[in-house]
């Protein structure tokens, strides 16, 4: 992702869009085949002295003008002054910054996929494997490991639909000149564009949108929103990791999460990384609605804030997957404490299966009330909840109950059709999306 938005290929981005721009112009009529073709000619990276194009971009406040200079000082008279021909500096920059958040966009699908992959195995191994589902940090009723991990796989699947739109959104091409009205372009403006966006693989716009930075605020709240994704997925491995839950722990290694000076510590370092990266980029996500705040038809000042988050949002995001994925391959599963742990409060986590086994001889506020004595009993006494039930409630009551205690894995509920509709979902959904093109629609759209 860095390379993505290195300062080379930011160059590349703004010199291809000028090749580009060149190119439908000639197509257009608005300048010669022979002024095109010299122009595309000098748009390449040879052409540009980066020092000295950020030494003038200080100067300049913008790096197009001295980019357009160097153009055009390769350039023999004639296409010389064809060069960036009615457009203003910033339809350069953001189509290609258009180009970059699309790109970013295809490398984050790609991070999703293989985080989702990773959990959809998870899913599949796990669907049967019993585990106490939590509720204010407290255990509450029994589910199974799989179907806690097939919520998170469904959020993914529903994160890939997002990095879909957001996609859409933001591969739209800039090119109404300075005041928005395409006045320096003229009457063949939107040929023009039409083609620049045709040859850059981009959509087009009949409506600029200098100051309307909508689009590049979802590209962020999408870097964002991922990040977070997995971050829940971080949380969770380590809250399950803690020493006294020990469900789950992180793949080891030699001084994988070391201590300096507690020999026995493995920290769950991946985890931590994660969490870490989605809090900087939630925080950092909010100055982009800053950015939509510009004024009139150019920003200024407002437009800044993204060369700074975009970058760094996109970087976050994709660490995030990427390290998400990693753990979440890696997993080390433990059932047998899982199972083990149901067992923490002797087996108050049945609570419900009791109460709800009642309710239809007793009522559901009887059988509750039965209930919640017979827990309350176990706690304080550090009973068995089977037992206690048996003094709070007489035979007849109990009648409907059967054989005591009721075993977790009875109570787990659609546990099992829960994971098999998340995985038919995410692995569908995958099928289709290898028939898409990279965003999902055509450039004519």
């Not at 339809?91 to 790609?110: F, K, P, V, W």
């Not at 940090?137 to 529903?158: D, H, I, N, S």
């Not at 100051?211 to 590049?216: N, T």
Request: proline content about 4%.
């Amino acid at each position: 992702m860095a390379e993505i938005f290195s300062a080379e290929r930011t160059v590349l981005a703004w010199l291809r869009t000028e090749a580009a721009l060149a190119r439908a112009q000639a197509g257009a009529g608005v300048i010669s085949e022979a002024d095109a073709r010299a122009i595309e000619a000098a748009c390449v990276p040879g052409t540009v002295d980066l020092s000295r194009l950020w030494s003038e971009a200080v100067n300049v406040g913008y790096p197009i003008l001295p980019l357009v200079r160097m153009i055009a000082a390769a350039l023999p008279d004639g296409p010389n002054g064809r060069v960036h021909y009615g457009a203003t500096t910033q339809d350069i920059m953001d189509t290609g910054l258009a180009l970059q958040m699309g790109e970013a966009l295809d490398h984050l699908g790609a991070l999703l996929a293989a985080f989702g992959d990773a959990l959809a195995r998870m899913v599949a191994e796990h669907a049967g494997t019993v585990i106490a589902a939590r509720t204010h940090a407290q255990q509450a009723v029994p589910t199974t490991f799989g179907a806690k991990m097939a919520v998170l796989l469904a959020e993914v699947a529903r994160q890939r639909d997002r990095v879909r739109d957001a996609a859409r959104q933001v591969r739209v091409v800039s090119l109404f000149g300075a005041g928005g009205t395409s006045a320096a372009m003229g009457e063949r403006s939107s040929e023009v564009r039409r083609q620049v966006a045709r040859l850059l693989g981009l959509r087009t716009t009949e409506v600029p949108w200098h100051v309307a930075r909508d689009g590049v605020a979802a590209f962020g709240v999408t870097c964002a929103s991922l990040a977070a994704t997995a971050a829940r997925f971080a949380r969770e491995v380590v809250d399950l990791s803690r020493t006294e839950v020990g469900e789950v722990r992180e793949a080891g290694g030699h001084h994988r999460g070391a201590s300096s000076t507690m020999p026995q510590k493995a920290n769950p370092i991946g985890c931590e990384a994660v969490i870490g990266m989605s809090g900087t980029a939630g925080a950092l996500s909010s100055g982009l609605f800053r950015a939509m705040e510009a004024g009139h038809e150019r920003a200024a000042g407002e437009w800044q804030v993204e060369w700074y988050v975009v970058p760094l949002l996109a970087e976050l995001a994709a660490g995030a997957l990427a390290t998400a994925a990693e753990v979440a391959a890696g997993l080390r599963v433990y059932p047998e404490v899982m199972r083990a742990n149901l067992g923490a409060e002797g087996g108050l986590i049945m609570a419900e299966a009791y109460m709800m086994r009642l309710a239809p001889a007793l009522g559901r506020e009887r059988a509750h009330d039965l209930v919640y004595k017979a827990a309350h009993d176990a706690r304080e006494r550090g009973r068995a909840l089977a037992d206690a039930l048996r003094d709070v409630a007489g035979p007849e009551d109990l009648a409907s109950l059967g054989e005591l205690p009721i075993p977790p894995e009875s109570y787990v509920g659609d546990a099992e059709a829960i994971c098999a509709a998340a995985l038919d979902a995410w692995r569908s959904d995958a099928a289709t999306d290898e028939t898409r093109t990279s965003d999902g629609w055509s450039n004519d759209e």
